[in-house]
């Protein structure tokens, strides 16, 4: 009888990862390419370690509320996305929060501050996957260690009165924070996908979905339309058991221009025709700009220029835009993950803004709102709703009234 002998592994194969399998009479078929594993916890038992108080729990409930209401133009006032790039120093996120508070308080009148708090980092080729997945930010991947320092954070942040706004990545770990969060983005990367359209369907808080990185919003725009509908998707459920999850549909999602590789989409031009879109695929006309990444240019100064233009817009009576996002450190620039000791307060990610450059920001947009408001409460929006690119220059920042 003839037997059965292993065939040589193929140049550049995943075989040449399996020492065993030189050993085999028979290949394995299965995890060919992995060499460890990690057992995660699950959300319940995380949810039970760092636990929302019932006020927190009304706070967050009352955040996703008036977020939905400002994006549903309901609520007059501005949606304002603000903070790190990504976090990496839960202490440094918790100075920025309490800063971030004061200035909530300060504009209530006419802004809706909620706090960036990315733990989750695309990558376009390699790079540090943020908090959630590398918190010793050394590539050791101690993913049960920055699940419990994420969620802590965000449970913290609550405490402050502080809404949290974060980008769901990846699938099968929102479960153990989306119950924390008022807003959440699906990032450029990851708009076109249908898993991450599916995810959105079934978070129960607004999401925002960027345009792709080379600008097409066209794929935000039917991403939009998909989330609004049920769907079966693959999740873990409370116990951290694989399960298919039946969502209702997310009425609450809406676009999110960032620029791409083609150039900025922030200005009149680019607003006018994305309410086009959206009203000619019948979604609500209602937006917010992302100030960085493809709009900057990823030059954090220029993020100034942005809000100061699409401020404008606001001024002159627009009421397309609900809403902008910047992002702040409590000290300007970035710095080399690699840097030791890391400088306290600044992005190991996108450069960012420093507080003291945020805050004048902020009180130009307020000064929009109230500008705005002049032009009365109408709070429709037809195509070819009247925007003047450059009304007179804002104000300076001023307590709200």
């Not at 309490?98 to 990558?123: G, I, N, Q, W």
Request: overall charge neutral; hydrophobic content about 40%; charged content about 20%.
């Amino acid at each position: 009888m003839r037997s059965e002998v292993a065939p040589p592994p193929l140049e550049g194969s995943c075989f040449l990862l399996n020492p065993t399998f030189a050993r085999m009479n028979r290949p394995t078929l299965h995890g060919l390419c992995i060499q460890a594993s990690q057992p995660l916890l699950s959300p319940a038992t995380l949810a039970g370690e760092e636990r929302l108080d019932d006020a927190s729990a009304r706070f967050v409930v009352r955040s996703r509320q008036t977020t939905e209401e400002i994006i549903q133009g309901r609520d007059d006032r501005l949606l304002l996305v603000v903070g790190p790039c990504s976090i990496h120093d839960p202490a440094a996120a918790r100075e920025y929060a309490r800063l971030l508070h004061d200035a909530a308080t300060r504009y209530a009148s006419e802004l809706f501050l909620v706090m960036r708090t990315y733990v989750e980092k695309p990558r376009s080729i390699l790079g540090w996957k943020g908090l959630l997945t590398d918190p010793a930010l050394d590539g050791s991947n101690r993913v049960n260690e920055g699940l419990r320092l994420a969620r802590k954070l965000m449970v913290d942040l609550a405490g402050l009165r502080v809404p949290v706004a974060t980008e769901f990545l990846d699938p099968m770990l929102a479960p153990y924070l989306a119950d924390l969060v008022t807003w959440g983005a699906i990032g450029a990367r990851t708009t076109e996908s249908q898993v991450h359209r599916a995810l959105a369907s079934g978070l129960g808080l607004p999401v925002g979905f960027k345009n792709r990185t080379d600008g097409d919003v066209r794929v935000a725009v039917e991403a939009l339309v998909v989330a609004r509908h049920p769907h079966w998707f693959a999740s873990l459920n409370g116990e951290g058991v694989p399960a298919m999850l039946n969502s209702t549909g997310n009425p609450c999602c809406h676009l999110v221009l960032r620029g791409g590789s083609h150039g900025p989409n922030y200005g009149a031009e680019h607003v006018r025709a994305a309410v086009a879109a959206l009203h000619a695929a019948g979604l609500s006309p209602r937006l917010m700009v992302d100030c960085s990444h493809g709009n900057s240019r990823r030059d954090p100064s220029r993020q100034s220029l942005v809000a100061a233009d699409v401020g404008a817009q606001i001024a002159a009576g627009t009421r397309a835009i609900c809403g902008l996002m910047l992002e702040s450190n409590l000290t300007a620039g970035a710095q080399e993950l690699r840097t030791r000791p890391l400088a306290y307060g600044c992005s190991v990610t996108d450069p960012c803004l420093a507080w003291d450059q945020t805050l004048p920001l902020l009180g130009q947009l307020a000064a929009a709102v109230q500008a705005r408001r002049m032009h009365g409460h109408r709070l429709s929006i037809a195509v070819g709703d009247p925007i003047v690119a450059r009304p007179p220059a804002l104000a300076g920042t001023g307590a709200a009234a």
